[in-house]
Each structure stands twice: as C-alpha cells, then as structure tokens.
C-alpha cells in the first residue's frame, strides 16, 4: 500500500509541475498581445478604442486558456 501512495503522490507532483508548465504559454501570449497592442497604439493613436478593445479580447481568451488549465487536473482525478 506504501507504494500506491507514493505513486498517487508522484502523480500529483507531476499535475503541479504540469500546470506551471503550461501557464508559460498563456504569460507569453499575454506579453506579445499587449506588447504588439502598445505598438500599434503607439503607431496609430486614433485607433486607439479599436486597438484597446482587440487587446482586452486577447487577453480574456489567453487566460481563459490558463485557467483551463488550472482546472482540468483537478476534474479528471
């Protein structure tokens, strides 16, 4: 019985490891929308709603990926 709780604890040390792997993704994401978004506000300041609109929606749907993430470990346990 030992063995089968270190393996379901291995497991769950992988689940954590796993999920900050996978949050790299989505802080990079995030750096080259806002990024690229400063950019062309910086380029093109009339278009500065259209711009900030498009950027907030990226970001939304980036971290909605990242919270995906944090969840699904826990719901297919």
């Known amino acids: 019985m030992s063995v089968l709780a270190e393996v379901t604890g291995s497991l769950n040390a992988l689940g954590s490891i796993g999920y900050g792997l996978a949050a790299i993704g989505p ?3 995030v750096g ?18 259209l711009i900030r609109q498009n950027m907030l929606l990226g970001f939304v ?9 944090l969840v699904a470990p826990f719901m297919f346990r």
């Open 27 to 29: 802080g990079i994401g």
């Open 61 to 69: 749907l980036t971290e909605a990926l990242a919270l995906i993430g």
């Open 32 to 49: 080259i929308i806002f990024g690229q978004g400063v950019q062309a506000i910086a380029r093109q300041p009339e278009a500065y709603g």
